[in-house]
């Protein structure tokens, strides 16, 4: 017999321990409901240069302060894939953290600049949840992400589908059907 402890690794096993529930099951999203993600997020510097350089964006006015002190905003703007990826994953406990699949991402737009050292706080609105026709065991749901600063500017928005799970394959409640 060993003196070692048995470590659950399953998402259900933590969560059956009073864990925080990670992400949501169908039957949980209620269309119209917001969802306020935490924690928010202060985008450095290094945040901005460091994926600026993973993904080899090299543009002058995400990494040069001098070419930056001469543009519109006269100084370095945070680029924008960083923050559709900050969003993205601050919303994944709320949203996306049982999903089989992220099958969508629509209408992203990016309506102010972000800036070193401005906090973002997001927010995912449902749109419509449907369960699947064909798999008794799944469906989709599309939410609406919105990102603000901290003054309360929108910076950036984006719609997104994804398929979840049922907590219960085949149970009634959700509104529509998928194929």
Aim: hydrophobic share 35%.
């Amino acid at each position: 017999m060993s003196d070692t402890p048995t470590v659950e690794t399953t998402q259900s096993a933590r969560e059956a321990s009073g864990a925080h529930p990670y992400g949501r099951y169908l039957e949980e999203f209620e269309v119209g409901a917001v969802y306020k993600h935490w924690p928010a997020k202060t985008v450095t510097e290094a945040d901005d240069h460091l994926f600026c350089l993973i993904t080899m964006n090299h543009h002058p006015l995400h990494i040069n302060d001098v070419y930056a002190a001469g543009s519109q905003q006269k100084r370095n703007v945070v680029v924008g894939p960083l923050v559709y990826s900050l969003a993205l994953g601050m919303s994944v406990s709320d949203v996306s953290g049982k999903a089989i699949a992220n099958l969508a991402t629509e209408e992203l737009s990016h309506p102010a600049p972000v800036f070193h050292g401005d906090t973002l706080f997001c927010e995912s609105e449902v749109l419509e949840k449907r369960e699947s026709k064909s798999k008794p065991d799944r469906g989709t749901v599309k939410v609406h992400t919105r990102v603000y600063n901290q003054d309360g500017v929108l910076v950036a928005e984006f719609k997104r589908l994804v398929l979840v799970p049922r907590r219960e394959p085949g149970a009634a409640g959700a509104e529509g059907n998928v194929e």
